[in-house]
């Protein structure tokens, strides 16, 4: 099992930044990646960023490239989520969710993801 807390939410205002930390802990061993996916009210969750440990490649969601930075220190076992120029509609519950090895489908389908946070709230004011 492994275990993933995150924490950084908060309330800010459009333009501000915020940084996100999501902490695994557990058998670590057993992923290889991590992402980001938020839920907004009403709406579905929708992945946001991911990093793979193995080589610390990224990918984004096309609505967050250029303002998000997704990050990881693999000795701490933890993923950051850098969010810059924040705006409304980046409002949101955020989770962190971990990756096994050997898993299938797509990196930006929360199906891909074995484990997941509790969720950490982001709210922006306009």
């Known amino acids: 099992q492994v275990q993933l807390v995150e924490s950084g939410g908060g309330l800010v205002q459009a333009g501000d930044s915020l940084r996100l930390s999501c902490a695994a802990s557990?058998?670590?061993?057993?992923?290889?990646?991590m992402a980001w996916f938020r839920q907004a009210p009403g709406k579905e969750r929708e992945f946001v960023a991911r990093?793979?440990?193995?080589?610390?490649?990224?990918l984004y969601a096309d609505s967050v490239k250029g303002r998000f930075t997704i990050s990881g220190d693999n000795e701490k076992n933890t993923v950051y989520l850098q969010m810059n120029s924040l705006k409304p509609e980046d409002a949101a519950v955020y989770y962190c969710?971990?990756?096994?090895?050997?898993?299938?489908?797509?990196?930006?389908?929360?199906?891909?993801?074995?484990?997941w946070g509790q969720g950490t709230q982001v709210t922006v004011s306009s």
């Open positions: 557990g058998r670590t061993s057993s992923t290889y990646a």
């Open positions: 990093i793979r440990w193995t080589d610390s490649s990224t």
């Open positions: 969710a971990a990756r096994t090895i050997g898993s299938s489908g797509a990196a930006g389908s929360s199906e891909s993801y074995a484990y």
